[in-house]
T-cell receptor, first 114, second 114 residues
Framework: GAVVSQHPSRVICKSGTSVKIECRSL??????MFWYRQFPKQSLMLMAT?????????EQGVEKDKFLINHASLTLSTLTVTSAHPEDSSFYIC??????????FGPGTRLTVT | SQKIEQNSEALNIQEGKTATLTCNYT??????LQWYRQDPGRGPVFLLL?????KEKRKERLKVTFDTTLKQSLFHITASQPADSATYLC?????????????FGDGTTLTVKP
């Protein structure tokens, strides 16, 4: 089956610094990737839709200047959390959609901001 | 926007029994519905997709039904095993131009006791 990887799997950073998370579709091309965040015992909340070659579409309430998304190629999307604060600590998950509407999720990135 | 309710936050059953999870939605009927499995600290894993014109779909010990009149999907795991213990999420696609933006339920955490 299709595989999506994320890097890093876990990151700890200091308040005020920026963190970049990579999402790669390893064996298929994805024109659309999605970024989610998930708090403990809660469901996935869509943050933004990443489209290859164009600007990302952000969900209501998500600051586009804080969560920078770049979909550089058909297999890579990056999420940069800028000027991170403790409240940004969360589990960030990306997914890539294939032609059959099936979403393949990455393993997630645990971000802790101290 | 679509609202999704999954029957209960937690479900405990004995090994060998059939687990039945419920997913109800309140708004428009989607073209399809998906079920995912999520283990702690991991991204969701796609299990099954059922389209609006399909009443039932099976995959090994898994069975999904889709009743657009009741606005409900049932997810069954037969002959359950402790390894089936996980959180199960249902997801519905967005409407019209937002088709790619899936909405996820909060999930039901299944525990299968030996």
């Amino acid at each position: 089956g299709a595989v999506v990887s994320q890097h890093p799997s876990r990151v700890i950073c200091k308040s005020g610094t920026s963190v970049k998370i990579e999402c790669r579709s390893l064996d298929f091309q994805a024109t659309t990737m999605f970024w989610y965040r998930q708090f403990p015992k809660q469901s996935l909340m869509l943050m933004a839709t990443s489209n290859e070659g164009s600007k990302a579409t952000y969900e209501q309430g998500v600051e586009k200047d804080k969560f920078l998304i770049n979909h550089a190629s058909l297999t890579l999307s990056t999420l940069t959390v800028t000027s991170a604060h403790p409240e940004d600590s969360s589990f960030y998950i990306c997914s890539a959609e294939d032609r059959n509407w099936e979403q393949y999720f990455g393993p997630g990135t645990r971000l802790t901001v101290t | 926007s679509q609202k999704i309710e999954q029957n209960s936050e937690a479900l405990n059953i004995q090994e060998g029994k059939t687990a039945t999870l419920t997913c109800n939605y309140t708004n428009y009927s989607p073209a399809y519905l998906q079920w995912y499995r999520q283990d702690p600290g991991r991204g969701p894993v796609f299990l099954l997709l059922i389209r609006e014109n399909e009443k039932e779909k099976r995959k090994e010990r898994l069975k999904v039904t889709f009743d657009t009149t009741l606005k409900q999907s049932l997810f069954h795991i037969t002959a359950s095993q402790p390894a089936d213990s996980a959180t199960y999420l249902c997801a519905l696609p967005g409407h019209n131009t937002n088709a790619g933006k899936s909405t996820f339920g909060d999930g039901t955490t299944l525990t299968v006791k030996p």
